[in-house]
């Protein structure tokens, strides 16, 4: 069993429900979803570029997969995310768009978020005690060849290259593309997405994700609400 701590939209959301259309899974039911018919780009060709994001589902990663550390409990755990959950306020995500990172398209903010940059790095800090080592197959596989020094020292120290000062918010929704299907792809991502992010996104909760075994689809295990959105719920 591996965990990762993320954010990803409740379920009802319209951001979360044009994500599983356009993944082509739910993430939350873990069954499959009918891709969305958009001009320009076939149904067969949405399946192949959504092939490798739709194993891991719609979200965006603070903490990456993990397995538990040596005497570490799920209980413990879980315990431990409800009580940081409920310290934490809501973050509003201005500017979030279809963009491209390097031959990868995803949902990124167009500005700087300092509240969401410091979200993730209490989060990957407050939880590396419940993080196991890295096995040399799994350092292996993120290529510490093509790092930075600053990555790598990340993956040594945090188990991820890209946290800290190299965090990224991104809401990953292909796998890698070629250079002369960007725009053709962009802008019917765009056509898709864009009536769903009319209004900004706010992280109000985190999402524990769960892979059972590996290989096997990663699915939302619980949602988390941060303690003022609880609180008023409670009200």
């Known amino acids: 069993m591996r965990y990762a701590i993320c954010f990803t939209p409740s379920a009802g959301n319209p ?3 044009a994500a599983a259309s356009w993944l082509g899974r739910n ?5 499959p979803v009918e891709h969305p018919s958009l001009r320009g780009i076939g149904l067969h060709e949405i399946a ?8 891991f589902g719609f979200h965006a990663t603070f903490k990456a997969p993990f397995r538990l550390s040596h005497g570490a409990t799920e209980a413990a755990f879980l315990n431990d995310l409800m009580l940081f959950a409920d310290r934490m306020d809501p973050v509003l995500l201005q500017g979030l768009r279809v963009g491209r990172i390097g031959d990868v398209y995803g949902l990124i903010l ?7 940059d410091h979200l993730a790095a209490s989060i990957v800090q407050v939880f590396d005690g419940f993080r196991a080592p890295l096995s040399e197959a799994e350092i292996e596989r993120r290529n510490p060849d093509r790092l930075s020094a600053p990555q790598f020292s990340n993956l040594n120290r945090w188990g991820h290259p890209y946290v800290m000062d190299e965090f990224r ?6 796998g890698p593309l070629l250079g002369r299907d960007f725009a053709r792809i962009e802008e019917a991502m765009k056509i898709h997405f864009d009536p769903a992010l009319v209004e900004p996104v706010v992280i109000d909760h985190l999402a524990l994700f769960v892979e059972a075994e590996p290989g096997a689809p990663f699915q939302v295990h619980s949602l988390h609400p941060f303690g003022r959105i609880a609180n008023r719920r409670i009200a």
């Open 15 to 17: 951001l979360a429900l």
């Open 27 to 31: 993430v939350f039911s873990g069954l």
């Open 48 to 55: 192949f570029h959504t092939a490798l994001p739709r194993r």
């Open 110 to 116: 167009d500005r700087p978020c300092p509240a969401v």
């Open 169 to 174: 918010f991104h809401m990953t929704l292909t």
